[in-house]
């Protein structure tokens, strides 16, 4: 069975950092591309940080780059995302996702999904 787990949400005041993992079950990681989108209330779901099979490409939305890092450990079967300075608009479920495509401007084809695990930016 195909499951993908995310951890490491939680509340965090402005400025402060989070790391979430997305850790893989059923399947190996190294053969997919990654994606992390979030999802806040009232918003549309949008990507934010997405890695290739092999960590060659990247892509950023506009609203993370230079704050947020994504990686992976296709040894541990795990996706990271490094956020720092976070700000209150980051406030967001964050989803882990099989994608499809990755480029430096591009992420999509979005299959298996992860159930979220919650950001909150506040003081």
């Known amino acids: 069975q195909v499951q993908l787990v995310e951890s ?5 005041q402005p400025g402060g950092s989070l790391r979430l993992s997305c850790a893989a079950s059923g399947f ?24 290739s099979s092999s960590s060659g490409n990247t892509y950023y939305a506009r609203s993370v780059k230079g704050r947020f890092t994504i990686s992976r ?11 720092n300075n976070l700000k209150p ?3 967001a479920v964050y989803y882990c996702v099989t994608v499809v495509v990755v480029s430096t401007t591009d992420c999509y084809g979005e ?9 909150t930016v506040s003081s």
């Open 73 to 83: 450990d296709n040894a541990k079967n795990t996706v990271y995302l490094r956020m």
């Open 28 to 51: 190996n990681l190294d053969t997919y591309a990654i994606g992390w989108f979030r999802q806040a209330p009232g918003k549309e779901r949008e990507g934010v940080s997405c890695i």
């Open 111 to 119: 299959d298996y999904w992860g159930k979220g695990t919650l950001v």
């Open 89 to 91: 608009e980051d406030t």
């Open 8 to 12: 490491g949400g939680g509340l965090v």
